[in-house]
């Protein structure tokens, strides 16, 4: 597989470690302020985008510009989705986004609905969402605890699941789900130990991307489109 990797901060690096040592050709690779046209990825069957809320829409669209199909590891943007949606559509291309590349994460995003669909009704419990990054993170909640709020309250909207955000040391990222009673409490708990298998996610992804077209969600690849 040919890739261009769109920002080159520690997951960019890590996604080109994880790239070469598979035997993948890492053709461009564009940092922060790089020109993004057709001529820097010329050759790439598919870009991977890791870099920041604000830079992401303009990327995406400029991708779908030039033709390339990407996978947008990057949160905090999807307030502008539509516009991003409607270029990849114009253009012809494909974008599979997602907040996580976990698969982990997949799983507890699916346990947390039968979760929250059992609790439907049931008084007597409360439930609220925790979840930990490094200090550096940008975006507060994060696109993972944002996913897990909307899976929840798709799935029992008398509760409102709120969120409490932490931002310190060098967390990769951890989400708890808690569900409190006065006798009992139970949790769903997801910790990354490491950005590995974020990584290794968005290279499935890249690899299932390619030659498609369309808008879709790690969710869908993984699970289809009824989940």
Same mark, same amino acid.
């Given at each position: ?32 302020? =790089?020109?993004?046209?057709?001529? &820097? $990825? /010329?050759?790439? !069957? #598919? ?7 604000? *830079?992401? +829409? ?80 940008? =975006?507060?909640?994060?696109?993972? &605890? $944002? /996913?897990?709020? !909307? #899976? ?7 509760? *409102?699941? +709120? ?65």
């Amino acid at each position: 597989m040919r890739l261009a990797l769109v920002g080159h901060g520690r997951m960019g690096r890590l996604v080109e470690a994880q790239a070469r040592a598979a035997g993948h050709e890492v053709t461009a690779i564009i940092e922060a302020g =790089d020109r993004l046209d057709r001529a &820097a $990825l /010329r050759g790439a !069957e #598919v870009a991977i985008e890791f870099t920041a809320p604000a *830079a992401a +829409p303009g990327n995406l669209v400029a991708l779908a510009e030039a033709g390339v199909a990407t996978v947008c590891g990057t949160t905090g943007w999807y307030d502008h989705l539509p516009a991003v949606r409607a270029a990849v559509e114009r253009h012809g291309t494909a974008l599979l986004h997602a907040p996580n590349f976990s698969i982990g994460v997949q799983l507890l995003l699916r346990a947390a609905r039968e979760l929250a669909r059992g609790l439907r009704e049931r008084a007597g419990f409360d439930a609220f969402i925790v979840e930990a990054h490094h200090a550096a993170k940008q =975006d507060a909640p994060s696109g993972t &605890a $944002l /996913r897990l709020q !909307e #899976v929840l309250r798709g799935a029992d909207p008398s509760r *409102a699941w +709120p969120i409490t955000s932490i931002r310190a040391g060098a967390i990769p990222g951890t989400h708890t789900l808690t569900v409190d009673a006065p006798a009992e409490q139970l949790e769903l708990r997801h910790e990354a130990r490491t950005r590995d298998a974020f990584a290794a996610g968005a290279l499935q992804a890249a690899a299932w991307l390619a030659g498609r077209q369309g808008v879709f969600t790690f969710e869908e690849m993984l699970f289809g489109r009824e989940g």
